[in-house]
């Protein structure tokens, strides 16, 4: 048996930023069982793990606090063998690296050279999983890449729960051009409705959201019922409860997928292939076909068109948005009318 070892692994990021990432925490874990492993994140992403197994989780709010558990780690413990970056930028890191006494530290690519001397040869991306399968392969070149996003404690979670009979519709995201707008909204309801006859849908709604005022003032079918959250805990309280998901490219959907819920996403100008993992079973996206596997860099679009027909054709509807009315930039108005209304479907084995 191989000697074992103390183990530093961070991340610093959003919702799902810290789910996909912890994923190869959690595959690392079981696959070392030997080592110590522990895991630095931020506070409210803490709570989601608090109840697995085989993984330390020490928690930060702000710099200060987390520089303060750093250095309490740095006097009362032994040194780590390996501090490995999994996602996280900026001067925080550097003051991880200065603070932690590890043997080997290790970030996501060459930057930070003289903080972090170890770093992956390559740094292309297949998929969201790759940054940390790739930190983590530096250290443990035999590690398997996970295939899917799971949460052990969070499954067994809603697998205890009572299920209403419900599913889920989420509408926004943190930019405008992948959040729906209020007709594209409908549009989904009304495939939703078809898709699961006689279920209730919840739509979830964060009112910080974009798009949320529009959302919650709306006209909603009398299936439809509103389900706000405002932390993590109350969206987990809703997400226990659902049988499916379906909704745009968010951090939420990370997490019903790491939760084991079938999940539907629908897309615009993200590519699905790296956000959705090959092996999540029981996922399904969606996507215009004239798009293929293109990201798209214009980040400040308000009327993702992209976005829009990909659920009005996945609804068999007409997308009312106009060309006309997307960047000058954009890439579809390179296509014809007919070829927009073409959807690509991925549906992940079961």
């Known amino acids: 048996m191989s000697t074992a070892r103390r183990i530093l692994f961070v ?9 996909i990432p912890y994923c190869m925490v959690r595959a690392y ?6 080592d110590e492993v522990s895991l630095l ?10 109840n ?19 250095l309490w780690l740095r006097l009362t413990e032994p040194a780590f063998d390996v501090l490995a970056v999994l996602w996280g930028f900026g001067n925080p890191v550097l003051r991880i690296a200065q603070l932690t006494r590890a043997t080997r530290k ?3 690519d060459g930057q930070y050279p003289m903080q ?3 770093w992956p040869p390559h740094t292309e991306y297949d998929d969201l999983i790759d940054p940390a399968w790739f930190v983590t392969r530096v250290f443990a070149p035999d590690i398997a890449k996970p295939a899917r996003l799971d949460i052990p404690s969070l499954s067994a979670r809603r697998d205890a729960a009572p299920k209403p009979g419900v599913v889920a519709v989420v509408p926004a995201a943190d930019e405008d051009r992948r ?3 209020l007709l594209t909204l409908q549009h989904l309801l009304s495939a939703v409705a078809v898709l699961h006859p006689g279920r209730r849908i919840w739509l979830i709604v964060n009112p910080g959201d974009r798009g949320a005022r529009e959302f919650l003032a709306a006209r909603l079918p009398a299936n439809v019922e509103v389900r706000r959250f405002s932390d993590l805990s109350g969206l987990l ?28 996403v629908l897309f615009g100008p993200t590519q699905p292939r790296k956000i959705v993992l090959p092996g999540q079973p029981n996922a399904r996206w969606v996507r215009m076909t004239a798009l293929g596997d293109a990201h798209c860099e214009i980040k400040n679009c308000t009327r993702p068109v992209c976005l829009y027909q990909c659920v009005a054709s996945f609804a068999g509807s007409a997308c009312a948005t106009p060309i006309a009315d997307t960047p000058a930039a954009c890439p579809l108005r390179a296509f014809e009318a007919a070829e927009l209304e073409a959807i690509t479907q991925y549906q992940a084995p079961a």
């Not at 874990?29 to 030997?34: I, Y």
């Not at 697995?52 to 750093?70: D, H, K, N, Q």
């Not at 997400?239 to 499916?244: C, G, K, P, T, W």
């Open 11 to 19: 991340v610093r990021g959003k919702l799902g930023e810290s789910v």
């Open 237 to 264: 309280a809703i997400l226990v409860q659902i049988d499916a998901y379906y909704g745009t490219d968010t951090g939420v959907f990370h997490l019903a997928a790491a939760m084991r819920i079938p999940a539907t």
């Open 52 to 70: 697995e197994a085989g993984v330390r989780i020490i928690p930060f709010g702000s710099r200060l606090e987390m520089m303060a558990r750093l």
């Open 106 to 108: 290790i970030y996501l």
């Open 116 to 118: 972090y001397p170890e």
């Open 179 to 181: 959040t729906f707008d």
């Open 41 to 50: 994140v931020r506070k409210d992403y803490a709570r989601l793990l608090e």
């Open 29 to 34: 874990a079981a696959a070392r069982p030997q």
